[in-house]
């Protein structure tokens, strides 16, 4: 299962990094998947994602997480960090990335790991509202299109809305 051995890749990586709790987990699962179908025209795991009042979330999490809890492969442990309370999936048994994920795949997700490592909960979930906008178009429980990571809050340059204009009536688009 794809979600479930990301979901276990991530947390035994994550396993000396202080700032990793259940949010950091839901929004480096998001990354992963999100910039996988922006890179390669498909998520990584398949998993659906709903915009929740603190950011996307995987539909499968809860499910995958009291799974691997039962089976033994993950424990959760609660910290105090920085005054607040911190959830921690641990796991028991070693990820297997490469029984799911080819190479290019495996790649992608050490890259999504470096690029969230330095965040704590707050801030990778600040980061994840300004990246995926879809989180922020729909309403709370609604599920996030993977075609919304195209979103943008940025401004445009004229010369590229004039040529996608102009391939839109080459092509009957409009």
């Not at 997480?65 to 089976?71: C, P, Q, S, T, V």
């Not at 911190?86 to 992608?108: D, G, Y």
């Amino acid at each position: 299962d794809r979600f479930r051995e990301l979901v276990l890749f991530f947390a035994e990586e994550s396993a000396d990094d202080p700032l990793f709790g259940a949010t950091k987990l839901n929004k480096m699962l998001a990354y992963a998947d999100f910039y996988a179908y922006a890179h390669y025209g498909q998520s990584l795991s398949g998993a659906k994602y709903r915009a929740l009042p603190r950011g996307p979330v995987a539909d499968e999490m809860e499910m995958v997480r009291a799974k691997l809890i039962a089976e033994g492969d993950a424990a959760i442990e609660q910290r105090e960090h920085f005054g607040y309370s911190q959830h921690r999936l641990v796991p028991r048994r070693k990820a297997h990335p490469e029984s799911v994920f080819n190479e290019q795949e495996r790649a992608h997700i050490s890259e999504i790991l470096e690029l969230t490592r330095r965040y704590n909960a707050s801030e990778i979930s600040d980061k994840s509202h300004r990246d995926f906008l879809g989180w922020d178009l729909g309403t709370t429980g609604a599920e996030i299109p993977y075609s919304s990571i195209f979103v943008s809050r940025r401004h445009m340059p004229d010369g590229l809305v004039e040529r996608g204009q102009q391939l839109a009536a080459e092509h009957g688009w409009i």
